[in-house]
Nanobody
């Protein structure tokens, strides 16, 4: 089970930190990712991290503003979001995949959290 938290309402230029807790012995997540879906739009990739090797991938739209990190001891992944813009408004989902190959494609992820709403006001 993946449990995402930390969403909320923030003004443009502000920051939020999302967390994703992984639980359950059956879930093996070598790579963790964050995706988002805005109203009326398709789900899009935000960031991903390889929990063993530390490889990190970001969407161009968030490079330099967002930072993904993994705390393997706590089995958690975080997404630090700075300099938020109104276009970052979306439901954010954490996802996990068993393969150690990092990927930006949502169809490569087997496990999904329930989503947390992020709203950035202008």
């Amino acid at each position: 089970q993946l449990q995402a938290s930390g969403g909320g309402l923030v003004q443009s230029g502000g920051s939020l930190r999302l967390s994703c807790a992984v639980s359950g012995r059956a879930i093996r997540t070598s790579v963790m990712g964050w995706f988002r879906q805005a109203p009326g739009k398709e789900r899009e990739f935000v960031a991903a991290i390889s929990r063993s090797g530390g490889d990190i991938l970001y969407a161009d739209s968030v490079k330099g503003r967002f930072s993904i990190s993994s705390d393997n001891a706590k089995n958690m992944v975080a997404l630090q979001m700075n300099s938020l813009k109104p276009e970052d408004t979306a439901v954010y989902y954490c996802a996990g995949r068993g393969s150690s190959w990092i990927s930006s494609n949502d169809y490569n992820y087997e496990y999904w959290g329930q989503g947390t709403q992020v709203t950035v006001s202008s």
